[in-house]
């Protein structure tokens, strides 16, 4: 494969990209002290306050790493982002890294320019900003995800069997993050059966070491679950794979959705270098052997769920991984002056900018929606009202909360100022995940309770419940915060409703 040398400013040097990379990293570490914490990070970091081997919705690495920030900076916002800056610092570095080692045999300004294109064109993404200032799962997976491939690589381009150990320990650590990590054993697979040199490891014991090492890594959540009567894989792999693949009719709603939110957070430049390179690697497949561990490491994660969107509805980070070895081969095959520096490409990274930047400024802005997407604002001003309202009654001693939803029980105990255990529908026998598993202490029986639901109105399942569990339930305060809506609802409410003499009998 020719590769020309693409004449890039003189800032984009191997200087260049690492103050690059510490500019970004910098700025995130000013920024998340200002950003709000959203629902799942609330969440989250309950799981951190309750350190396991695993959790009902997720493998344990979002709790521990929360758990690192807040151990270092408090239970805050910047606390609990923290690491989600760190995962983003060491995803920039081995991106450059992965890139650069893919060109070890042409001249170095070349192999220079290319890993500097990668790491160019992943912060032209949408998804790249979104996880190191939102702290989920995905803010390590796509670390550990492309660890595994740079040692896979390091395998196809050296031939030491050693990277297989390294490459299944980093597998287990991906799977620690997020059950989708085992994606990118198929996408590997592929690949070594493609290429004839690869092709031959399969028949050592290397590859196969490599996995039972993945396990070994991961085997706490399979004791956790197994300890749990296997929630967790019952969840992830029975109810949500199980709606995902076993869909019979075609909704087309569901692949435009697809296209759509895949189109956000690539970004129209990046989604059409995409769909260029997967062109380009169909119709010129020969010519680019090199890199086909790269593509397909994410390719058959892309095209799987692309298949099941057919039928079904797929979030829109589950492919984002994928696309981490993608780019690493947008930047091998696009990296021409020609390219690189045409007007299409000038206007896709201007209007790129613009995204990434409206949405950096849109997300601290107190309040904000569009089309009612706003899950984060004015939950510290709720908490602080129904805890005042909780000390009127008599305190946590003869009233505890809880609350409709697992995310709205986080929020109000993140926010608490003694972050008092705070319950969901777990209460009144419904399955509030995590918290279902931590179960009603007995303590609680014949106290009342604050039950705050975003309903006016209970629903008929409600009241029959709560009717079952209390002696008595009554509307007692509803509080609201102005939202600055695009869309046709201002305002965000929240309604107490006081439950007397709590009993557990029934559970």
Known sequence: MKIERAVLPSLMGIDGVWVLIACITLFRLVYIDFAPVTAQEAYYWLYAQNPALAYVDHPPSIAYSILLGTALFGSNGFGIKFMAVVWSFLTNSLLYLTARRVCCGLPDYQAKNTACIAVL?????????????????????????????????????????????????????????????????????VAFVYDSKLRRSLFTAYPYLALTLAIIVFSPVILWNAEHDWISFRMQFGDRAGKATHGSIIHYRYIFQLLGTQLAMLTPLVFALFVRSCIKMATEWRQHAVIWLQFLSGAVLILGFTVISLTSKVKL???????????????????????????????GVGFSLVLIVAGHILFVVPGFQIFQVNSWSGWRQFAEKVIKLQDK?????????FTDSHKTAAYISLYAPDHQRTYAQNIIGGF???????????????????YISTRPKLSP????????F?????????????????????????????????HRDLL
């Open 121 to 189: 064109i992943y912060n032209l993404t949408l998804f790249s900003h979104t996880f190191a200032i939102i702290h989920q799962p995905d803010s390590s997976l796509l670390f550990f995800w492309l660890l595994t491939l740079y040692f896979v690589q390091e395998f196809q381009l050296t031939g030491r069997n050693r990277n297989f150990i390294f490459a299944g320990i980093a597998l287990g650590f991906a799977l620690l993050c997020k059950y989708t990590a085992i994606a990118i054993v198929p996408g590997i697979l």
């Open 317 to 347: 980070h589950w492919m984002l991984p994928g696309y981490l070895g993608i780019i690493v081969c947008i930047a091998l095959l696009f990296n021409k002056a020609a390219v690189m520096h045409s007007k299409w490409i000038k206007i």
């Open 393 to 401: 009654m008599g305190g946590q001693d003869r009233v505890f909360i």
């Open 432 to 450: 509030s995940k995590q918290l279902s598993v931590w179960g009603v202490p007995e303590s609680l029986n014949g106290m009342a309770a604050l």
């Open 461 to 468: 399942v409600e009241q029959v419940l709560l009717q079952q």
């Open 470 to 502: 209390f002696d008595d339930i009554i509307l007692v305060a509803n509080y609201s915060y102005s939202l600055l809506s695009v869309g046709d609802k201002p305002t965000r409410d929240i309604y107490c409703f006081l439950g007397k003499n709590y």
